[in-house]
């Protein structure tokens, strides 16, 4: 019986390709990048209160790229890679090179030194947080804390002795001796083991959402009309916290040592158990 040929459709082939959802987390972390270099330009230029806002949006950038990953189901090796070289120019390379030009090129080789320190400092702290990634070992409480200052956290602290200029004035936080002094004190902070709030898994109860809403609204408003004063608080708040978490990092670590130790042991093997007499 004859059979009529059958003819192949004629549609072109789908292209394969990235959704936009995978890109999104990206484009932040690219934008996050330009705004650390864009600060760079700003300190160039003496422009120094624009070269702190550029570091700030790039950490609020920073903050936004990997959430909105996981919420978009977009994270990727690319990213992650990524994400690290982005915040050692924002948050390491940036502040360093700002205040260098502010102020430490006053301190001649010291003051290149005390530079360079933080920048390798940053460096080798995103180095040991990448080596951390996925670590099954660690125990359940210790996913609230980091190991040391993180780098967004450590180019605002780094730039408080700026801001405080800002706001109360040249003649002592300007000073290349009290820039060395955070210089060399933050950088410490991020490759040292001392734990730190990640605030990352905070769950916020139910009867504190609105005082804590209200709280973030007001800090918000006085950020606009008082940014610089704002920031310095915020810094020192940052700051006083590092004790507390100190803390309950040891309490929490001796409170699960103590379980441990409380936990009854498994029963040894059937052949190495005493038969019965």
């Known amino acids: 019986m004859f059979k009529r040929p059958r003819f192949k459709s004629k549609r072109p082939p789908r292209i394969a390709g990235l959704s936009i959802n995978r890109l999104i987390p990206n484009i932040l972390t690219l934008l996050a990048l330009c705004a650390g270099l864009t600060s760079i330009r700003f ?11 550029a570091i700030l949006l790039a950490g609020v950038l920073d903050g936004l790229d ?3 990953a996981r919420l978009l189901q977009g994270t990727s090796k690319f990213g ?15 502040p360093a090179m700002v205040l260098y030009f502010w102020t430490m090129q006053g301190a001649g080789g010291l003051g290149w030194a005390m530079v360079l320190l933080f920048a390798v400092c940053c460096a080798m702290r995103l180095a040991r947080f990448n080596t951390m990634l996925g670590e099954p070992d660690l125990p359940a409480y210790a996913y609230n804390f980091f190991t040391g200052v993180p780098a967004p956290a450590a180019a605002g602290l780094v730039l408080l002795p700026m801001v405080m200029t800002f706001q109360f004035g040249p003649g002592l936080f300007d000073r290349p001796i009290v ?10 902070m991020m490759v040292s083991k001392i734990p730190t709030f990640s605030f990352k898994k905070v769950r916020i109860p139910h009867r504190w959402v609105l005082p804590i809403l209200l709280v973030v609204g007001l800090a918000t408003a006085f950020l606009v009309t008082e940014p ?7 810094g020192l708040v940052y700051l006083s916290t590092i004790p507390l978490a100190v803390k309950s990092f040891r309490r929490l670590k001796r409170q699960a040592d103590e379980v441990a130790g409380q936990a009854p042991t498994a029963p040894p093997p059937v052949d190495q158990q005493q038969a019965p007499g």
């Open 66 to 68: 990997g959430r909105i």
């Open 43 to 53: 300190a160039v230029h003496a422009k120094w209160e624009m070269a702190v806002a």
């Open 228 to 234: 610089w004063l704002t920031l310095s608080l915020l």
């Open 179 to 188: 820039v060395a002094m955070f210089l060399m004190g933050v950088a410490f």
């Open 80 to 94: 992650a890679e990524l994400d690290s070289l982005s915040d050692f120019v924002s948050f390491g390379v940036a």
